[in-house]
């Protein structure tokens, strides 16, 4: 059993890294504004990843900075010093598709690597070369069935971290061309334009063999691997890595802290509860979920062949605390979505099980007489007899 | 320049020995996605017409088919042919059975700078192929910091790889019966181009609508080791025509630029990356 398995959260900026880690992640992965995949995401400066490092490293747990695109000749500029940037800002690893730069941050910057999943590796001949050459984890390809998974961890040949929760893509990843040779943006750097969700029309040579009113999908469910975290635990995984980089506040909060309490509860000898963790992720969700390859190939099951059918929730997150004084009772909150006055929000906490508030009324740029109030990230204060807490989210129990 | 052409008959072999430098067969097990598969017994023939027979074993490979693979490879090492593999660890356990001196290493879209290439090079592959993502001018930049680059040179690349059968889902799905699945196309609703289709044992491929060639840019490339012709979607009588050009160019009867105007008459052709680096900072978008 792997009682220090890491659960590794992904963070689009500053504040998701510290809900992230606050949620229960032992360590996230970020990205700068250089060599990383997902550029439309709010990427961090190099400020942002000191800022993050030191709260990580005060909590005890880990920055991960991605550097995964596939880098073309003109990208090569600059490396070694982004590198050494990185190392000084206090990173624990960079995550690499690249072995020139891994060898480069290993032998000569002193920074662990980690080979990302972009390199799809799926077998103990590729990860006995990585380990040979110092890198210390390798990030499975998300094609690893959980038997592939278990025999190669009972090799314990380097770290192995795989993938539990998000977006699966439908190629192997590094393989895909698709939003590149259709739109001219670039997947393996960041660019993906999600062709594989687009809608097609299957031909056999000119006969059409979708009717007019359906559409050939190629699109995969997400990911939700939550019934098999005592296996991973068993075979000794060392990381279980959730997706989702460009994924919301609420996201990273939901999933992390049901993870949390599916490992926490598994390695303490208590009951584990799916239905409970299942219902805390349930509030994020926008994509049906599925095990992806876990079981071996995927069915037609794991496929989405109604993408209109996604539903999203987002809307129930009205904000996130940001202070609360507990003489005065007031609770100031960065807002995401619509608050109303007169109201009852639930607060999801990163310490409590979920209660009920009731919100009388709320300020915002000194006016308290509004009935409601929706602009995206302005700091409304409200005052709560309840104890609310740095990072507890305030959702709307109607919307 | 070692002009390789990927081949679906052995009669293709016999037909163009004196024109190309070699042949590319796909084998009954580990390749993906080729013009078609050959049996060991076939591969042998072949071997008694050329010495240079590759043997494209570009499947992902799964960590539970490496003794199936280690079998497969040992059985073909008797026949002394080269190997092409995608999977750098499928190129690694090849490496425990002959020198690498023998292998070509294709990732397809992993070498796209001279620095990775680099890399991948001290390992002694016999050649390694530079992604179809990247410029012209960025193969010349790697092929002159390492001497034994490649690039598929002509043919209909790969866009999608999946080791799920993308095809059989939305047919199963769907209850649509597909008579013939070599002649499959998926259409983009707003676009117009088709793009040929596969499901195969490995998993489904994707193509680009249109072949790509690199002749029109043959004089950035005369640093590469190999030069790949893939036939995949190309009529018997056309593969016999670009060999033909080939071998004329190879024995200077005629130039690259002839050699594109000719294929151009044949084909649609597009530029792909040749020209232009896609893009991928947030400004550009």
Redesign the interface.
């Known amino acids: 059993m792997k009682k220090n398995i890491e659960l590794l959260a992904p963070a689009g900026d500053l504040m998701k890294l510290k809900v992230a880690l606050i949620y229960g992640a032992d360590a996230v992965f970020i990205g700068g504004h250089k060599f990383s995949l997902r550029s439309r995401a709010s990427n961090f400066t190099l400020d942002d990843i000191k800022e993050g490092c030191d709260f990580a490293h005060k909590l005890n747990k880990k920055v991960y900075v991605t550097c995964n695109i596939v880098m073309h000749q003109k990208d090569l500029s600059g490396l070694k010093d982004y590198l050494i940037s990185l190392k000084e800002a206090g990173v624990d690893a960079i995550i690499t598709s690249s072995l020139y730069m891994a060898m480069l941050a290993i032998n000569e910057v002193h920074l662990q690597a980690h080979i990302s999943t972009q390199d799809s590796i799926l077998n103990t001949s590729a990860i006995k070369y990585f380990s040979s050459l110092g890198i210390e984890r390798v990030v499975l390809a998300r094609e690893c069935s959980l038997e592939d998974i278990k025999n190669i961890c009972g090799q314990n040949i380097t770290q192995i971290e795989v993938f539990i929760h998000g977006g699966m893509c439908s190629s192997y990843s590094g393989k895909c061309m698709l939003s590149n040779c259709m739109t001219n943006r670039d997947a393996n750097r960041g660019g993906c334009a999600h062709s594989c969700r687009w809608k097609y029309d299957l031909y056999d040579g000119d006969s059409k063999l979708n009717k007019n009113n359906e559409y050939f999908s190629m699109a995969s469910k997400d990911l939700n691997a939550l019934q098999f975290i005592p296996d991973f635990i068993e075979m000794g995984v060392d990381s279980l890595k959730i997706e989702g980089r460009m994924k919301s506040l609420n996201y990273i909060a939901c999933v992390c802290k049901a993870y949390r309490k599916c490992i926490d509860d598994y390695i303490s000898g208590n009951e584990l509860n799916f239905d409970t963790y299942n219902d805390i992720i349930k509030y994020c969700e926008n994509r049906e979920t599925g095990t992806g390859f876990l079981k071996g190939n995927v069915t037609k099951t794991e496929q989405l062949f109604q993408l209109d059918n996604e539903c999203r929730r987002s809307g129930e997150f009205v904000g996130i605390i940001i202070s609360y004084d507990k003489e005065t009772k007031i609770a100031k909150m960065i807002l995401r979505n619509k608050i109303t006055k007169d109201a009852n929000y639930s607060v999801f906490s990163p310490y409590t099980n979920d209660t009920l508030i009731y919100i009388e009324e709320f300020e915002v740029k000194g006016n308290n007489k509004l009935e409601s109030y929706s602009v995206a990230n302005d700091i409304i204060s409200f005052r709560c007899e309840k104890e609310l807490h740095e990072f507890d989210i305030i959702r709307a129990l109607e919307y | 320049m070692l002009f390789l052409l990927e081949v679906s008959s052995l009669k293709q072999i016999k037909e163009n020995i004196d024109r190309v430098d070699g042949f590319i067969m796909g084998y009954e097990s580990f390749t993906s996605f080729c013009a078609n598969k050959f049996s060991f017994a076939e591969v042998e023939e072949a071997t008694t017409i050329s010495k240079n027979i590759y043997i494209n074993l570009n499947e992902?490979?799964?960590?539970?088919?490496?003794d199936d693979f280690i079998k497969v490879i040992t059985k073909l090492a008797s026949l002394c042919v080269h190997f092409i593999v995608q999977?750098?660890?499928?190129a690694?356990?090849i490496k425990d059975i002959i020198d690498l001196d023998k292998v070509i290493f294709n990732p397809?879209?992993?070498i796209?700078?001279?620095?990775?290439a680099?890399?991948?090079n001290k390992l002694g592959f016999e050649g390694i192929i530079c992604?179809?993502?990247?410029t012209c001018e960025?193969v010349k930049?790697?092929s002159l910091k390492n001497h034994n680059m490649g690039c598929v040179g002509f043919g209909y690349?790969?866009?999608?790889?999946?080791?799920?059968?993308?095809?059989d889902?939305?047919?199963?799905?769907?209850k649509?019966d597909?008579?013939?699945k070599e002649?499959?196309?998926?259409?983009?609703?707003t676009?117009d181009k088709?793009y040929h289709?596969l499901d195969t044992e490995s998993g489904?491929v994707?193509f680009?609508p249109y072949v790509i060639s690199l002749f029109k840019e043959f004089s950035l490339l005369s640093n590469l080791k190999f030069f790949i012709i893939n036939t995949i979607f190309i009529d018997y009588d056309q593969v016999n025509l670009i060999c033909e050009l080939v071998s004329d160019l190879k024995n200077n009867k005629i130039d690259a630029s002839i050699v594109e105007k000719k294929l151009e008459e044949t084909f649609t052709i597009e530029d792909?990356?040749i020209y232009?680096?896609?893009?991928?900072?947030?400004e550009e978008?």
């Open positions: 992902m490979l799964h960590n539970s088919s490496q999977d750098f660890g499928a690694l356990l397809v879209t992993l796209t700078n001279e620095m990775d680099s890399v991948y992604s179809s993502e990247i960025d930049t790697i690349h790969p866009m999608y790889q999946s080791y799920r059968h993308i095809i889902l939305y047919t199963d799905n769907l649509i597909v008579k013939n002649s499959l196309f998926l259409k983009e609703w676009r088709k289709v489904s994707i680009r792909g990356f232009e680096d896609s893009i991928y900072n947030p978008f």
